[in-house]
């Protein structure tokens, strides 16, 4: 069984930083896509950032150069720096992972973290 824990939404002002973070565990056999989503009240959960194995990353526009995803493979981990927060980026965070477990690659998600930007 494979689980992934997010950690490090809050609250913070606009302009502010945060970093979330996002462990996978359990029966892994090797890791490829990683990445993270987010979902703002009322609307549908949208693709922020993703990450090979490789390390090659894509962003949506809209947080392109104020995030950046990085993981580390050794840890089965990804994380997301996020800085110059906006009110906009509001929403649940969820870390995404395309893990090959006992049998087969799957798709896993975490729990959620939220992340909340004031005015």
């Known amino acids: 069984q494979v689980q992934l824990v997010e950690s490090g939404g809050g609250l913070v002002q606009a302009g502010g930083s945060l970093r979330l973070s996002c462990a996978a565990s359990g029966t892994i056999l090797s890791v490829n896509l990683m990445g993270w989503y987010r979902q703002a009240p009322g609307k549908q959960r949208e693709l922020v950032a993703l990450i090979g194995s490789g390390g090659t990353a894509i962003y949506a526009d809209s947080v392109e150069g104020r995030f950046t995803i990085s993981r580390d493979s050794a840890k089965n981990s990804v994380y997301l720096q996020m800085n110059s927060l906006k009110p906009e980026d509001t929403g649940v965070y969820y870390c995404?992972?395309?893990?090959?477990?006992?049998?087969?690659?799957?798709?896993?998600w975490g729990q959620g973290t939220q992340v909340t930007v004031s005015s």
């Open positions: 995404s992972a395309n893990i090959h477990d006992t049998y087969a690659f799957s798709t896993y």
